[in-house]
């Protein structure tokens, strides 16, 4: 499902990125991890279609990304390293805000809070939940239109331990629903 070959890009005459080829099938988990600068900000600029390779190439469940981005948009889910989320609006509202966009049923709303543990931190918002509750939220904005690949920037970035041991199990679940999975990671 994500599939990168020969890959490399080229700014002002300096390789920023050059890697070989990369398989990631659905039901699989890969973590790409690298010191900062190692250029896995432009690896995640390139897979969700911000920018263009300078040579090889990536694709998305047989999808190029920016070139085929609207269907892209649609089977993907990506985890930025900040939350992407509303700091005034509760949990709830961030994600019936984002359930709007794709044209979701309200139950996804409910279900997808549940699963991510802040069911009961619905009407909270987003700016008095602690780092490892928003980081959660986040996961559970890229989840609720049931995307069937999965890019994840520093997924366990400002987490709390119970909040790391559920994203896990949740990466893990997503996986055994045939999703791909790649996460962007920096070395520590």
């Keep these: 499902m994500i599939q990168i070959k020969n ?37 995640l600029k390139l897979l969700i279609g911000r920018a263009s ?24 889910g990506v985890l930025f390293q900040d939350d992407s989320l509303y700091a005034n609006l509760s949990a709830k509202k961030n994600l019936q805000f984002y359930a709007r966009l794709y044209g979701l049923p309200h139950n996804r709303i409910t279900d997808t809070l549940r699963r991510i543990g802040l069911a009961d931190h619905e009407q909270v918002k987003v700016r008095e939940l602690p780092s490892g509750l928003a980081r959660r939220l986040a996961f559970g904005r890229v989840i609720l239109h049931q995307p069937n690949i999965l890019i994840l920037a520093h997924p366990f970035a400002r987490c709390d331990l119970d909040s790391l041991r559920l994203i896990k199990v949740l990466l893990r679940q997503e996986a055994n629903l045939g999703k791909a999975i790649m996460i962007l990671d920096e070395d520590t």
């Design 7 to 43: 890959l490399s890009k080229i700014v002002q005459g300096r390789t920023i990125l050059d890697m070989s080829n990369i398989y990631v099938n659905a039901g699989e988990i890969n973590a790409i991890v690298g010191p900062t600068g190692s250029g896995l900000d432009v690896l």
């Design 53 to 76: 390779p300078s040579a090889g190439e990536i694709t998305l469940g047989g999808l190029i990304p920016g070139k085929d981005q609207k269907a892209l948009d649609e089977k993907m």
